[in-house]
C-alpha cells in the first residue's frame, strides 16, 4: 500500500511539474482561426462563433527539445514588434505555419495558397481542408501576391483568412518567438479534444 501511495504521489508531482514547465494555457480571443478555434459570440467580437472563447495548451517545451513545428500545425507565438502597427494589436497570437523557412508562398486569385520549397522548381498547391470555399473567397486583399519567408522564421495565417491579421501583412514570425505548437482544447467541454 505504501508502494502505491509513493508511485501515486510521484505520478502527480511529475504531472505539476510537466504542467507548470512544459504546457501552458491560452484562450482565443479573436476569430482568425475560426471555425478551427472559436471565440465567444459578443458585441466586441465579430465573427466569433462559440458561446465562449476555447481554450487551448501549448506545449511550450516542444520546441525546447529541438523540434521545429510543420507545415499545418496550430501555434501560439508572440508576434514581430511590425504587427502591432500593422494589425492594431500584437502580442500572443495563435495561427496556422502555413511557410516553413526559406520557402515562398503565393496567394492566387481565387485564394488558393501555394508554396515553393527550398530546391523546389514549381509551386505546389497546399491541401487545406480546413478553409471552405466561401471563407477563401472572402479575402481578396492578398490575392496575386507571393512571400518569401526568410530563414529561421515561419509563414503564419489564420484559418478565417478574411479576418486574420497575419504573415501576409507583416512578414514570418521568427522561431525565437514560438512558443509551442497546439496540442488540446480542454474548454468548453462540449469542444474537448484535438484541434
Known amino acids: ?96 505555419v502555413i511557410g516553413l523557412p526559406g520557402d515562398t508562398v503565393h496567394e492566387d486569385d481565387h485564394g488558393f495558397i501555394y508554396i515553393k520549397s527550398p530546391g523546389a522548381s514549381q509551386f505546389v498547391k497546399l491541401k487545406e481542408p480546413y478553409i471552405s470555399a466561401p471563407d477563401r473567397l472572402a479575402d481578396a486583399q492578398h490575392f496575386g501576391q507571393t512571400w518569401k519567408v526568410p530563414q529561421g522564421a515561419y509563414f503564419m495565417m489564420g484559418d478565417n483568412r478574411s479576418q486574420s491579421c497575419d504573415s501576409r501583412t507583416w512578414g514570418g514570425a521568427p522561431r525565437a518567438n514560438l512558443i509551442g505548437p497546439v496540442v488540446f482544447r480542454y474548454w468548453p467541454l462540449s469542444r474537448i479534444g484535438f484541434p
Open 1 to 96: 500500500m505504501r508502494k502505491a501511495l509513493v508511485i501515486v504521489a510521484s505520478l502527480l508531482i511529475l504531472g505539476v511539474v510537466f504542467f507548470a514547465v512544459g504546457v501552458r494555457p491560452y484562450r482565443i480571443p479573436s476569430s482568425a482561426m475560426e471555425p478551427t478555434l472559436n471565440c465567444g459570440k459578443g458585441p466586441t467580437s465579430p465573427g466569433c462563433l462559440g458561446s465562449s472563447d476555447d481554450r487551448v495548451l501549448a506545449c511550450r517545451i516542444c520546441l525546447d527539445f529541438g523540434q521545429n513545428p510543420s507545415r499545418g500545425d496550430i501555434v501560439v507565438f508572440k508576434t514581430p514588434g511590425v504587427a502591432a502597427l500593422k494589425c492594431g494589436e500584437g502580442g500572443v497570437f495563435v495561427k496556422r
